[in-house]
């Protein structure tokens, strides 16, 4: 009784008819590159397939240290992630491995004589940039002083530090509250990145977001319910001093009537 419907049951699944699993990218490439190298076997003699190379379409933005348990490094690191108002070691990193790139670059240019037009251009470039983040001063005009640069310049030129040590905030990290939430602007730009490396010409421009309740914009969430809230109470309490005024003229009127 049960010969055809097993009969019907084998024949569903004989090879055939199964549906072929979907290719990714990478088996795709593999599959068109044989099908070439078998329709034509003399174009590449000496090899099978076809190289297929993969690109990162994008470069690190930090270095971990090689000695995680470093008691040194930890302490120090620790303090500056306090001190500044970092979210996590990471963004100290990443600031590391700027300087560490921008060190490495001063210091393939001093290998340089002092005429080569290439340490000349690429030297003057660097210095101001250096100048325009105010990362140096304009008198120290010289390579070797970028190899001097530290961590604590960089995060000296943060967003966040400006904006701590100019007093719109209350501490570091209230700082970073006001950035994130989108009060402060630099010039006309919002800002909300608490890395942001400010200009020496943009520092002065650093003030509350026109659309902020700090900056006299529409007041928030909370003061708005207040305000709806008091506005309510004081018409509550408009119209009970009404009726009770009402109420003592229609008694004086009852009691003083001539007839």
């Given amino acids: 009784m049960f010969g055809p419907r097993l009969a019907s049951t084998q024949n569903h699944l004989k090879p055939s008819s199964l549906k072929k699993p979907k290719q990714n990218v990478t088996q795709f490439f593999y599959s068109q590159a044989r099908e070439i190298n078998e329709e034509q076997p003399s174009a590449r003699p000496n090899s099978t ?45 990443r600031v590391k491995y700027a300087l560490s790139r921008i060190r490495n670059n001063a210091r ?37 002083y970028v190899l001097a640069l530290t961590v604590e310049n960089f995060l000296e030129r943060r967003l966040q530090t400006l904006v701590f040590k100019s007093g719109m905030a209350k ?63 004081l018409i509550i309490f408009i119209i009970t001093i009404s009726l009770i005024d009402l109420h003592h003229f229609h008694h004086h009127y009852q009691s003083h009537r001539p007839w």
């Fill in 49 to 93: 397939m076809v190289h297929v190379s993969f690109y990162r379409n994008y470069g690190k933005t930090f270095k971990k240290p090689r000695r995680p348990y470093e008691k040194e490094r930890l302490d120090a690191e620790l303090k500056l992630v306090g001190e500044y108002g970092l979210r996590c070691k990471r963004e100290l990193w």
């Fill in 108 to 144: 393939n240019l001093l290998t340089l004589d002092e005429k080569n037009p290439r340490r000349i251009f690429e030297g003057e470039a660097l210095l101001r940039r250096m100048f325009r983040y105010g990362l140096l001063d304009e008198t120290h005009n010289k390579l070797d």
């Fill in 171 to 233: 501490s570091i990290h209230h700082a970073r509250v006001l950035i994130r939430q989108r009060h402060i602007r630099v010039g006309r730009q919002v800002v909300n990145i608490p890395s942001f490396m400010v200009r020496v010409d943009s520092q002065k421009h650093i003030d509350f977001s026109l659309t902020s309740p700090l900056g006299g914009g529409r007041p928030g969430r909370v003061k708005r319910k207040n305000l709806k809230a008091a506005a309510k109470n």
